[in-house]
Structure formats: C-alpha cells, structure tokens
C-alpha cells in the first residue's frame, strides 16, 4: 500500500518569500511522485513529476521539487512566492504495478501582499 | 486546457435519482480513471479503464459503475443517489498503463445532492 502525508493543511506566506510544501510518502516499492495544483473551481493541474533519474525535477511555474529517498520527502519549493500562486496543492504517489494515484490531503497556499 | 472534457460541469439532482457524467481523454491517451473528490475523504481513485477494458478499482461503491467505449470515452454511472454523494468528481488520462505516466485532469463534474 502507498500513503502521503503533506505537513501543514494551510501555509501563508508573504509575496517575495520562499514557498516550502512538505511532502512525506510511504511506499513498499520504487514510487513515483507527482505534484499537482488546483486553483479554485478548476481541476488539477500537473506541476511536475518524479520518476528516474535525477533527483532535483523542475515544473512549472517556477517550482521544483528533489526526492530524498532516505527521508521519504519530495517537497515543493519555489524560490519567490507570487499573489497567482495562491492554490491548493497536492503530492500523490504511484509505483510498480499501482497506477492510481493516491494523493495526500492538500496543502492551501495562502499568499500575502 | 489539459485537453480533458468532462460534461457536465454541474449536476444537481435528488436522492434516489441516477446520473451519468461524460469524460472525453485527451487525444492518443488509452487509460482513463475516475476520483472523487470531497471535504471528508479528500481525493479518491474510483475506477481506471484502459482501451476499453477495466484495469483497476478503487473505492468504488455498487451503486457506481463505469466503462469505456470504442472512442475511448467514459462514463461514469451513479445510482441510487444519497446525500453523501456530493462531491467533485474528476476524470484523467494517461497514454499508457505504466505509473510512471502522468494524467492528465479535467475540470470536473460537481454533483450536488439535494
């Protein structure tokens, strides 16, 4: 079985500031890992994603993400936060011969002028 | 635009009732699955159809039901309505089966329950 668990239900931070959503995963096989983004009223939209290779994976909008697999983290950072990235997020883990997602409980990024 | 359809965008109907939500996959992706989204139980796969064949079930109650036909498009059938019933429900697709495959969303169907 696979499970995520996103640290923080809610973060706010101010515009200009260093975004970090926190991102743990649990997984009996090789994972791979997905963040999404969903703006009010609309659906999930792919930031980037984990598979092989290089640890550091960059997506849109400025975000990346590194897995850490001795610490069963992929968390989502972005350099300078901006009022548009104001949006709930969600990490999801998939892996070996599971192709659901299943997806944490969402982080609510707030951000402040 | 992911290049996910779903129809509708909103449903509002009574318990008891029964309803079919649509979803189109992006051009060239085989799979197709099926989330519940809610307050209480946050996302939740439901069902995945591949090429018109079922692949994988979820959390998926006996009243719902889903399949895929030859164009590759799905429907999702709820019956039997009940008020915890409300809720978001998304369809993505992939290209392929392999996990590794991102999927892609639509705008989803909200199901209200009255």
């Known amino acids: 079985a696979q499970s995520v668990t996103q640290l923080g239900s809610h973060v706010s931070v101010s515009e200009g500031a260093l975004v970090l959503l926190r991102c743990n995963y649990s997984?009996?096989?090789?994972?791979?890992l997905f963040w999404y983004v969903q703006y009010p009223n609309q659906g999930l939209q792919l930031l980037l994603k984990y598979t092989t290779g290089a640890t550091l994976v960059k997506g849109i909008n400025g975000f990346e993400a590194e897995f850490k697999k001795s610490e069963t983290s992929f968390h989502l950072t972005k350099p300078s936060a901006h009022m548009s990235d104001a949006a709930e997020y969600f990490c999801a883990v998939t892996g070996g011969s599971n192709y659901k997602l299943t997806f944490g409980k969402g982080t609510l990024l707030t951000v402040n002028p | 635009d992911s290049g996910v359809t779903q129809t509708p965008k909103h449903l509002i109907t009574a318990t008891g009732q029964r309803v079919t939500l649509r979803c189109s996959p992006r051009?060239?992706?085989?799979?197709v699955y099926w989330y519940q989204q809610s307050l209480d139980q946050g996302l939740q796969f439901l069902i995945q159809?591949?090429?018109?064949?079922?692949?994988a079930k979820g959390n998926i109650l006996e009243r719902f039901s889903a399949q895929q036909f030859p164009d590759l498009h799905s429907e999702l059938n709820l019956s039997s309505l009940e008020l915890g019933d409300s809720a978001l429900y998304f369809c993505?697709?992939?290209?392929?089966?392999?996990?590794?495959?991102?999927?892609?969303f639509g705008d989803g169907t909200r199901l209200s329950i009255l």
């Open positions: 997984s009996s096989v090789p994972p791979y």
């Open positions: 051009s060239g992706d085989l799979s």
């Open positions: 993505a697709s992939s290209v392929g089966v392999g996990g590794n495959q991102p999927q892609h």
């Open positions: 159809y591949y090429n018109g064949e079922e692949r």
